[in-house]
């Protein structure tokens, strides 16, 4: 089958890493989405697609530590989840002055969200449950 064409064993050129997506639900009013590598438009639909799995709850933190890469189309991708599930979208940011802190500082997104230097900075932040407020 000579038209089948081989799958690379590692990332594509100029790619530092093969990007992926984790989710994980904190409790029952916060998930935590985890961007892994690198993050441009080709990823945009991916992105979307896993962001939209979390609009059961109302509290989103996007963890941007493992990422390697982002571009604007990503960027834009998080405001528009900000927008469509009128929920706070927070992202969780080293200042570590890495490619992709100094991309979300540049943009301005700490303006229109949230913006944590880690993820623990970002759960102890968890609002209580209004069932066990005194």
């Known amino acids: 089958m000579a038209w089948l064409k081989r799958l690379p064993d590692g990332p594509p050129s100029g790619v530092t890493t093969l990007p992926r997506v984790e989710r994980q639900a904190i409790s029952l009013r916060t998930s935590v989405v985890t961007l892994i590598g690198d993050y441009d438009a080709r990823m945009r639909g991916r992105l979307l697609e896993e962001l939209s799995r979390t609009t059961y709850v109302p509290r989103l933190i996007v963890d941007l530590t493992p990422c390697t890469f982002i571009d604007s189309t990503i960027i834009a991708a998080l405001v528009r989840c900000r927008r ?19 991309t979300i500082m540049r943009a301005g997104v700490d303006i229109l969200a949230r913006v944590h230097r880690s993820l623990d900075e970002a759960l102890a932040t968890e609002p209580p449950t209004p069932w066990l407020a005194g």
């Open 84 to 102: 469509i599930g009128s929920r706070p979208v927070e992202l969780v940011v080293p200042d570590d002055h890495t490619e992709v802190s100094r």
